[in-house]
């Protein structure tokens, strides 16, 4: 996955900087609650991290309510932003669509004749979506699927009219033809794709990232998370990390942990209301 693939080139740079193994241990199940809760109960030391993401980080706290078996602010502490991917919203090829504008026009003209996929209820593609219609004003219908893969197949297909996918994932039908890129999520256009524009284009201040952060047990000590901090930033700017990163998309981007701490409480106010307005919950 990309999670993984997030991880892998970064705990390599690390295992170089530092002169010891850095492990990549996945913990799949329920949304990345399992992980996080299993080292939320990991002693505070700076030898248990975790790749957190927008997901566990932002949505999930409104997404399963008081289910949820961590609180991201006081289980955790900041370490540091680690890699952006741009989203991006297509359309299948029998849509017909060719512009951004031209899409809310028919949806606005016809309310409820256009549909989207995700990978499910309270997905960042439902979420996206979701902001997507509320700040352009129309209306369209969800099918949630059971993962992003039967989503995109529904799409190419030609099932669903546009879906909300990680620039990685959806690169290859574009770039093949089988799907149309009407914009990318990112602030500015992708690098990877500079031809399709950025959504903020036509609805101006719109930004949608899938983005990844590492953070630490709560309590673990100011200067193991400033050691870890710096060992991540010089990992984030060597040149096989950027070449890696840039094979799938991906922007290493570093910050502090006061930053990156100021970054998720920022997303998840964005992300609350989005959660509540859609209906989302899995609690």
Request: net charge positive; aromatic share 8%.
């Amino acid at each position: 996955g990309v999670a993984d693939t997030v991880g892998r080139p970064v705990a390599e740079a690390l295992t170089r900087i530092l002169g010891q193994p850095v492990i990549v241990e996945n913990k799949p199940g329920a949304a990345g609650n399992i992980a996080m809760a299993e080292v939320k109960r990991a002693a505070p030391d700076g030898y248990t991290l975790i790749l957190g993401h927008v997901g566990t980080l932002a949505v999930n706290p409104a997404l399963f309510g008081a289910k949820l078996p961590y609180d991201p602010v006081k289980d955790f502490v900041a370490i540091s932003l680690i890699a952006k991917v741009p989203n991006v919203i297509a359309v299948s090829q029998r849509s017909g669509f060719k512009t951004l504008a031209d899409m809310v026009a028919a949806a606005k003209a016809k309310p409820g004749s256009i549909n989207y996929g995700s990978a499910g209820n309270g997905s960042a593609g439902h979420l996206a979506a979701e902001m997507f219609k509320r700040d352009a004003g129309f209306f369209a219908v969800h099918i949630p699927y059971n993962g992003g893969n039967p989503a995109q197949l529904a799409l190419l297909s030609g099932q669903v009219d546009f879906n909300f996918d990680n620039l990685a994932t959806a690169a290859p039908n574009i770039k093949a033809g089988k799907l149309k890129a009407l914009a990318v999520t990112t602030a500015q256009r992708s690098s990877a794709l500079p031809d399709i524009p950025a959504m903020s284009e036509t609805l101006k201040g719109f930004e949608v990232d899938t983005w990844w952060g590492l953070v630490a047990p709560a309590n673990t000590p100011p200067a193991v998370i400033a050691r870890l901090h710096q060992a991540f930033a010089t990992a984030l700017a060597s040149p096989e990390t950027k070449t890696r990163f840039s094979l799938m998309m991906a922007e290493p981007v570093s910050s502090t942990p006061e930053q990156f701490a100021a970054f998720m409480k920022r997303e998840y106010v964005k992300y609350e209301p989005v959660v509540k307005a859609s209906g989302a919950r899995v609690d």
